[in-house]
Structures are given as structure tokens and as C-alpha cells.
């Protein structure tokens, strides 16, 4: 089993929708949550942690934690075309050391 | 927040030649981490890079291929030795710190090699 894994996608969505996003990992132990989003060419930039259970809001952005079932997700509210991308999962093991998932490429359609 | 200088940006190679990247971050860091990510792929830790030991490296990656240095808390290099086809690819060096939205993992610009 994948230390992470999230939906393969592609995920295409219209303008102004809602995106839906999801993640699962493996080791129960883990603490820290992360989304990157990540341009064609271009490094991963964070857009959103979540260390504890619930929902986390930052602007258009919904990180979801469920540590019971392993369980992480992003919603994008209000999609917008400069928001496809590839969002990757990640998660922090041990050691710091960052666990990707392999990414659901999103598109948002105008 | 660390801010990572990496090169080469990227580079076209000879099948059995060696390149060596580098990777200078603008603070000290205990642990410097390399990451391939193959074309539509994820990234995948190749190894991690501690100042004053070997680095760790992850299954699959053995150092005879991927040898790396740590010669001090700020600079690191990962080399991709006897290049074939296969290892073009992204490679992004990689620390862990203290960003605006708390612990993050801060990115290189990526090396984008390819071997022909």
C-alpha cells in the first residue's frame, strides 16, 4: 500500500464550482497535513496544513482532516481557470521528510 | 520561510555521463532532501542529506547512482552518475521549515534533465 495515495483524476470542473479533492495515507502516526499546488514547469507551493481534525477555511480553499479514517481532502470553492493545476497530498512521516501522493490534476474549464 | 537556490535549471546529457546538481539554501538546515519527479509523475524522495554523515536513501535509490554530498549546512549536491534515458527527469531539492501557514517544505527551482 502507497504511503499516500490520492484520487488520479484528471478532475475537470467548470468555472465557479465547487473542486473536490482526496487523500488517504497509511501510517497512523502521522501529524501533519499538507496541499501543494503545483504549475506546469514550476515547483510545489503550500497552499494550506492541517494538523488537527476538522475543517481548516482559508479563503476559497477547505483543507478536511479525519484522522480516524485517514482521511484528508481540499475543497475549492468558486474554481477559477488559474486554479488548474496539480494538487498534491502530502504528509509528514518522520524526520520531516515529506511523503507526496501522486497528484490529481485539476482543470478548471471557463 | 528558506529560500533554496538550485542548479543547473536544467540540462540535455550524453547517455553515460554524469551531472551534478546543486542545491544552496540561505539558512541552516539539519536535513536536506532530494526528490525525483518523472514526467506527469509525483515526486519521490531519492534520499535525505545529513551535514556530517551518509545520507539515507529510499528504496530503489543506491548511492553508487545517485551519490550525494553534505559538506556543510547549507549546500548540497546530488549527482545522477552513468546516465541512461531513464533518468530524465525533475529533480527538486528540498528542506523543511517554519513558513507564514507553519511547518512547509520549501522547493528548489528543479533541475529539468534530460538524456539523450
Known amino acids: 500500500q502507497k504511503e499516500v495515495e490520492q484520487n488520479s483524476g484528471p478532475l475537470s470542473v467548470p468555472e465557479g464550482a465547487i473542486a473536490s479533492l482526496n487523500c488517504t495515507y497509511s501510517d497512523r502516526v502521522s501529524q501533519s497535513f499538507f496541499w501543494y499546488r503545483q504549475y506546469s514547469g514550476k515547483s510545489p507551493e503550500l497552499i494550506m496544513s492541517i494538523y488537527s481534525n476538522g475543517d481548516k477555511e482559508d479563503g476559497r480553499f477547505t483543507a478536511q482532516l479525519n484522522k480516524a479514517s485517514q482521511y484528508v481532502s481540499l475543497l475549492i470553492r468558486d474554481s477559477q481557470p488559474s486554479d488548474s493545476a496539480t494538487y498534491l497530498c502530502a504528509v509528514n512521516v518522520y524526520n520531516n521528510d515529506m511523503r507526496f501522493g501522486a497528484g490529481t490534476r485539476l482543470t478548471v474549464k471557463p | 520561510s528558506a529560500v533554496i537556490s538550485q542548479k543547473p535549471s536544467r540540462d540535455i546529457c550524453q547517455r553515460g555521463t554524469s551531472l551534478t546538481i546543486q542545491c544552496q539554501v540561505d539558512?541552516?538546515?539539519?536535513?536536506m532532501f532530494w526528490y525525483r519527479q518523472q514526467p506527469g509523475q509525483s515526486l519521490t524522495l531519492i534520499a535525505t542529506?545529513?551535514?556530517?554523515?551518509?545520507?539515507?536513501?529510499e528504496s530503489g535509490f543506491v548511492i553508487d547512482k545517485f551519490p550525494i554530498s553534505r559538506p556543510n549546512l547549507t549546500f548540497s549536491t546530488l549527482t545522477v552518475s552513468n546516465m541512461s534515458p531513464e533518468d530524465s527527469s525533475i529533480y527538486l531539492c528540498?528542506?523543511?521549515?517554519?513558513?507564514?501557514?507553519?511547518?512547509?517544505?520549501?522547493f528548489g527551482q528543479g533541475t529539468r534533465l534530460t538524456v539523450v
Open positions: 528540498s528542506v523543511v521549515g517554519q513558513g507564514a501557514l507553519g511547518t512547509e517544505a520549501f
Open positions: 542529506a545529513n551535514q556530517g554523515s551518509e545520507a539515507t536513501y
Open positions: 539558512s541552516q538546515v539539519t536535513m
